[in-house]
């Protein structure tokens, strides 16, 4: 006899072993509804506050290393302006339109 696995039985399978899953994790609970609950809760408050951590601590890490950017950049730029600025001092000594 050669059958063929199906999708049908596939999800046939899962929906077993979730109910399975349900039934065992339903009987064999160490604590109330109540309690299980409000311990969920209080995770899902921490894994809240975690990731608002994480993501505080990102922008800063990007806002820091923006200014960072900026200062070695607005450095360059300042040098680079200077240096500009001398040149044109020293192509203005050249001047040939009044010649």
């Given at each position: 006899?050669?059958?063929?696995?199906?999708?049908?039985?596939?999800?046939?399978?899962?929906?077993?072993?979730?109910?399975?899953g349900a039934i065992i994790g339903i009987l064999?609970?160490?604590?109330?509804?109540?309690?299980?609950?409000?311990?969920?809760?209080?995770?899902a408050g921490n894994m809240k506050l975690s990731?608002?951590?994480?993501i505080d601590n990102a922008r800063n890490s990007?806002?820091?290393?923006?200014?960072?950017?900026?200062?070695?950049?607005?450095?360059?730029?300042?040098?680079?302006?200077?240096?500009?600025?001398?040149?044109?001092?020293?192509?203005?000594?050249?001047?040939?339109?009044?010649?």
């Amino acid at each position: 006899m050669d059958r063929r696995f199906s999708f049908q039985d596939f999800g046939i399978g899962v929906l077993t072993g979730l109910a399975a899953g349900a039934i065992i994790g339903i009987l064999f609970a160490p604590d109330s509804g109540e309690l299980t609950r409000e311990r969920l809760v209080l995770r899902a408050g921490n894994m809240k506050l975690s990731a608002q951590e994480l993501i505080d601590n990102a922008r800063n890490s990007l806002e820091l290393a923006g200014n960072k950017l900026d200062g070695v950049f607005g450095a360059q730029e300042r040098s680079l302006r200077k240096r500009l600025g001398e040149l044109k001092e020293e192509l203005e000594k050249y001047n040939l339109t009044g010649a």
